[in-house]
């Protein structure tokens, strides 16, 4: 890819983003994988298109036995569907993400899809769970407030109506039950960078971003070859 930097040979190198929802990692991972040419992927992809086959059975996502069935079942084609963000598909997503069987049936699919050629991975257990001994771990935050503004923008730019009261009492829904769920919680791990992004547009989250990754990997004795 133009302009992307080379690694130098060793073991594949492994990104964690985490966060909660709408702190602007999703655009931050992907442009993170692009400047170094890494694969990326889009874990809350995965429980969104959980939920999704969930809800097409008519059944609450909270029922663990069809939700753990539908993740165990899930194909490529799932993640392509053009229903995954919606204000339903967010709450069915993070509703199945709390059921620990669905989180087991989707570990072995990240783990393989990272180890393969290395990766930048966003979601909410990346650093403690699904790679918890990733070089490189980002927590990326932003206040609540411009968390649901970003998100009612999006939305509105998408055509979806939205009320942006409602977006941000949904975001705070998702937020507690993200965080307060037993199966891997959302949380930083301990060895995470924080980036606050509350005050800073996407191109600048993205530099500071890219400035956390690289005095990461130099500590680390594996700097970029830019
Ligand atoms: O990142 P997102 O908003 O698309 O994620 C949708 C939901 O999926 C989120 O509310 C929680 C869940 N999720 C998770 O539990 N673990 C991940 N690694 C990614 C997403």
Redesign the pocket.
Known sequence: MAGAEERAPGAPLIIAV?GP??AG??TLARRLAAALGLPYL???????AV?RRVLDRGVDPRDARVAEAEARALRPADLERPDL?SPEA??A??A???IPGV?TALLDF?REFGRRRGAV??????GTV?FPDAPVKLFVTASLEVRARRRFEELRGRGVEADPGQVEAELRA?DT??SS?AA?P?RPAADALLLDTTALDAEAAFAAALRLVRARLAEAGAPLSA
């Open positions: 985490d929802a709408a990692k999703g889009d874990t809350g992809l995965l429980y969104r939920g963000r967010d709450m997503a993070s199945v993400a709390a989180r990240q991975l966003d979601g909410r257990d990346i699904v998702r039950q993200d769920r891997a959302l």
